[in-house]
């Protein structure tokens, strides 16, 4: 998962960058992608003005992304700051609706489709993909000779579907292929589940670039640049490659120094980010990196703004919106009423959910439209979008009220 970074630091070292083009050609290249950006709505933006740049790194296990890590890379500084989101995160894929993120990349338009849903879930441009099957990974690590970490508790694991049987005991040790391969799926022991096979990961990177950059690897370069090109699938061209290699050859990598971020939310069949601290993450990110205004937008209004911004104003004025409460905690309707009338929403109707508890606040389309949907989920914070179109209905737009609000 932190394939790229690790072997761009690692051609540097040892002057690889040719020999890494030469052994490439056109193999990195994904053949659906070039399809999938065609019409010019999942085309990613130009990194090449860019200080900061984004890429989305996916381990892929049986067509689904098992693993996604976005990769902050400031080319001035070298700063790198990592993200990981957990693979059951609920979104809106573009084209699909909601559902779990790691469902996009397994759709027709595949790395094209996951940067674009990741982009609007992180609010920041994603340049470049780096797709690496999960059996490269074992490959890998058995070439260099095994990776040193520390497991944090017993793994044991049966799956005869998936032929899956993990049994790894607690404390220091070194792992091979199979073995890391092993540390990095295991999930079902953990009590946050993704949350804790996260931070198990990021600790295992740590380790992967430590050893993959040492001195002891230089001996191995062939064999690990051609299990690297073999299971590896990005949209970086070999310049940009090229490019990278140069830059971070000429200094050094303190995996100390490289920050790691987890999405901020709640599990459970679905993962459910929090909006407000995840912004607030975004700005400590972003300031970290170098990118200390969001990256999406101008620095400056220009009138292109200024009119969509007028217009969503217009927009508030012609929602008609009920809130309903659904828990035991008397008043948030009204409070929330208030919230949004300042925004400049028309709240028709406050009340309560008939015996009807809700976990998680939602936001409920009832007219099919879906800006509207987007902008009042946006403006209350709500993760949770749904439909359930209705002509006769007599709201634009349902808000639910649950547990989730009582905290």
Partial sequence: MILL????????????????????????????????????????????????????????????????????????????????????????????????????????????????????????????????????????????????????????YSDPVQNLYIDIKKGEQVLKGKQALHFLRYRKGYIDQDLGRIKAQQEFAKAFIDKLTSPAMIPKAVSLINAMIKNTKTNLQQDEIAAYVMDLGKGKIDTGNIKMYTLPGEGGSYFLHDESKLRELMA?????????????????????????????????????????????????????????????FEIAKIGDTNDLTYSYSRVIDRRGNQKHLELVAKETGINIIDSDINPSYDFDITIIIGNDRTK
Avoid: W
């Fill in 284 to 344: 400590e990110m972003n300031e970290y990196v170098g990118a200390k205004t969001s990256q999406t937008t101008q620095d400056s209004p220009n009138t292109s703004t200024t009119t969509e911004q007028k217009a969503e104003e217009l927009a508030k004025d012609d929602i008609k919106i009920e809130i309903l409460n659904s828990t035991k905690t008397k008043g948030l309707a009204s409070t929330l009423k208030t919230e949004l009338t300042k925004k400049g």
């Fill in 5 to 156: 970074i690790s072997f761009i630091v690692f051609l540097g070292i040892i002057g690889g960058s040719y020999l890494y083009l030469n052994n490439a050609e056109n193999r990195l290249q994904d053949p659906g992608y070039a399809d999938a950006i065609e019409d010019g709505a999942l085309a990613p933006p130009n990194a090449e003005d860019e200080v900061v740049i984004n890429t989305l790194l996916m381990g892929i296990d049986e067509a689904r992304s098992d693993t996604m890590i976005v990769v902050r890379y400031n080319k001035v500084t070298n700063q790198i700051a990592m993200i990981s989101i957990p693979r059951d995160t609920r979104v809106d894929i573009p084209g699909y609706g909601v559902t779990k993120i790691n469902a996009a990349v397994g759709k027709k338009e595949g790395s094209a489709l996951a940067m674009k849903t990741v982009s609007n879930l992180l609010d920041i441009p994603i340049h470049h993909y780096v797709k690496v099957d999960f059996k490269g990974v074992e490959e890998i690590v058995d070439i260099m000779g095994g990776i040193k970490v520390n497991v944090p508790k017993d793994m044991k």
